[in-house]
């Protein structure tokens, strides 16, 4: 049974910064994450659920919403099977519940093509 599992949500200040982790685990990902691309999106109050970021598990490009360019950096460990998200000079609307997604593969942007899912980190962002 395969398992993301998100930490490192919580409250902060306006120009603030927060790491996130995604932690993997489960058969389909073995011993290790590699082959799988990883992403992180984020659903803010009554909103659909946006891209952020992702990185894929070839290469380590990595892709990101104009929105969270030159703040948020992805980073991944396979050996620890953990995606991060830094995420510095945060703004209230950065407001949101972030998920962590993993998709076999190359890289996607696309929210529809992750088929496995974390539970979810909230983060607010005080003005």
């Known amino acids: 049974q395969v398992q993301l599992v998100e930490s490192g949500g919580g409250l902060v200040q306006a120009g603030g910064s927060l790491r996130l982790s995604c932690a993997a685990s489960?058969?389909?990902?073995?011993?290790?994450?590699?082959?799988?691309?990883m992403g992180w999106f984020r659903q803010a109050p009554g909103k659909e659920r946006d891209f952020v970021t992702a990185?894929?598990?070839?290469?380590?490009?990595?892709y990101y919403a104009d929105s969270v360019k030159g703040r948020f950096t992805i980073s991944r460990d396979n050996a620890k099977n953990t995606v991060y998200l830094q995420m510095n000079s945060l703004k209230p609307e950065d407001t949101a519940v972030y998920y962590c997604?993993?998709?076999?593969?190359?890289?996607?942007?696309?929210?529809?093509?992750?088929?496995?899912w974390g539970q979810g980190t909230q983060v607010t962002v005080s003005s």
């Open positions: 990185i894929d598990w070839s290469d380590h490009s990595t």
């Open positions: 997604a993993a998709v076999n593969g190359r890289l996607r942007t696309s929210e529809y093509e992750y088929d496995t």
């Open positions: 489960g058969s389909t990902f073995g011993s290790s994450v590699m082959g799988w691309s």
